[in-house]
């Protein structure tokens, strides 16, 4: 690594721990020709990731677009930052894990709304109406259906008081 005092190339490394994001190393050097002290950041190199859209084209992944696009579907939402960018990483993640070289432009939507769904139903409906291109109310209408229908099927039945009272 060269000094970015003296353009040295000799340095040793004086502590080294685990990057915020868990998948880099950083490091600190010292040089050992003028004793600066600076430093460094490691990690994988991976082939950049490209996507296939809808019209056959292709372009690079950008984790960027992907929070903007479910930043603005979390807008006036009580939904944090954090939230947000812990959903994004985690879909980067796991498509970068999954995929090799390339993904569909579809798999990255159907992942999106499966984490908006968990995260904010609002949300959920605003990026769905996008990325699906609703062209009218009744499309709105019928995801918000098949979103109660879920939930219905996911909540356990409740117990009446008198069933709870007798047992005891």
Do not use: W
């Not at 980067?92 to 993904?103: A, I, K």
């Not at 139903?121 to 979103?147: G, H, N, P, T, W």
């Amino acid at each position: 690594m060269r000094c970015p005092s003296c353009a040295a190339h000799d340095d040793k490394v004086i502590d080294s721990r685990e990057g915020r994001d868990g998948v880099s190393v950083r490091r600190r050097r010292e040089c050992l020709r003028c004793g600066a002290r600076f430093t460094t950041y490691e990690e994988v190199y991976r082939e950049p990731l490209r996507v296939k859209k809808r019209n056959g084209q292709y372009e690079d992944f950008d984790r960027h677009k992907l929070l903007m696009g479910v930043e603005k579907s979390c807008e006036k939402r009580p939904v944090t930052t954090h939230q947000i960018e812990t959903l994004v990483d985690k879909i980067t993640t796991d498509l970068q894990n999954e995929f090799v070289r390339e993904v569909t432009s579809s798999v990255i939507g159907e992942r999106v709304m499966q984490h908006m769904r968990k995260l904010d139903e609002v949300a959920y409906v605003r990026f769905a109406s996008v990325y699906r291109q609703f062209c009218d109310a009744d499309q709105f209408i019928q995801e918000i259906k098949q979103l109660s229908r879920r939930q219905l099927r996911r909540k356990p039945a409740r117990k009446s008081r008198v069933n709870r009272k007798k047992r005891q």
